[in-house]
């Protein structure tokens, strides 16, 4: 059984790399580092946590690795985008009954990092004078939120992908023509 992403031996030169020590703490991460995590969890979560919620988990890692294969294909049909967006719906679904599933039974807290960081701006804001806000000390709970822009989004892919092509041909990047600006 796999307990870490770490035990999870590299593949390939370019296809997944070894992970960091503790995953939860990675920074500044690429799409492809989204992408290896999301495509090693199923044996790093499997087990973790008592039935019937492993068997959830595992439904819904599997269905969220098989929403990204589909909406990151290079080439898309009128089936391919019909089978996206079903699965869309039953994705969307699943982790809101994930979310529900979990809010319920178990309790979850902050990192000790967050906490950490935390009491470091509230002394901050204590030492410049400001008002610092009447919170709880020690470890604060936290739920699974999936009032999100990046979760609301997830259902404009399939039209996306029918206006605009392939999500990997284009960019929402601004870009400044300077031969506009003359004029």
Known sequence: M???FRQIPSFGFDTIRV?????????KLAAQDFEDLL????PVFEGLIPEPFNSRLMKLLYRMAEWHALAKLCVQTD????????????FGKLMRQFRDLCNDNFQTFKLPKEQVNRKCRNAEK??????VPNVQQGKRCKTLNLFTYKF?????????I?????????STQLVRNPSILNH
């Not at 992970?19 to 920074?27: D, P, V």
């Not at 495509?39 to 199923?42: E, G, K, L, M």
């Not at 609301?152 to 996306?160: I, T």
């Open 152 to 160: 609301h989004a997830l259902g404009d892919y399939v039209s996306a």
């Open 19 to 27: 992970f960091a020590n503790n995953a939860s703490e990675m920074k």
């Open 39 to 42: 495509q090693c969890s199923i």
């Open 126 to 131: 204590a030492a410049a004078g400001g008002a």
């Open 162 to 170: 029918s206006l605009f092509g392939p999500s990997d041909s284009f």
């Open 79 to 90: 089936r391919t985008l019909e089978t996206l967006q079903k699965l869309t719906e039953e």
């Open 2 to 4: 796999v307990h870490s």
